[in-house]
């Protein structure tokens, strides 16, 4: 399984960004696992970003992203998406993908750990 994320780089802030993970895997049914976000700065660990549930139906953000960030998926496409505006320096981190099990609940959505494959991640840089 390969998880590829994309679509980072160098922004100024307040501006946007959209990051893109194509996901392929010969055994792997991207419909059947629910997706997320984590990203991590330097010198910190790992943090939830957004995650969104294995047919799009919910999605949940993490606090500071809530009205910025938004997560979305393209089944058709294995591909799984994350539209940031309003970019803040405190965003500055490399975004990871992850995907783990389509019955994941609620409350592990936000913990790495509940993820069963992830990305190599992409660098989203915010300057002042």
């Known amino acids: 399984v390969q998880l590829q994320a994309s679509g980072g780089g160098l922004v100024q802030a307040g501006g946007s960004l959209r990051l893109s993970c194509a996901v392929s895997g010969r055994s792997f049914s991207f419909r059947s696992y629910a997706m997320g976000w984590f990203r991590q700065a330097p010198g910190k660990e790992r943090e939830f970003v957004a995650s969104?549930?294995?047919?799009?139906?919910?999605?949940y953000n993490e606090d500071s992203a809530k009205g910025r960030f938004t997560i979305s998926r393209d089944n058709a496409n294995d591909t799984l998406y994350l539209q940031m505006i309003s970019l803040e320096i405190e965003d500055t981190a490399v975004y990871y993908c992850?995907?783990?099990?389509?019955?994941?609940?609620?409350?592990?959505?936000?913990?790495?750990?509940?993820?069963?494959?992830w990305g190599q991640g992409t660098l989203v840089t915010v300057s002042s």
């Open positions: 969104i549930s294995y047919n799009g139906g919910r999605a």
């Open positions: 992850a995907a783990a099990p389509k019955r994941i609940i609620v409350s592990a959505i936000s913990t790495h750990t509940s993820y069963d494959y």
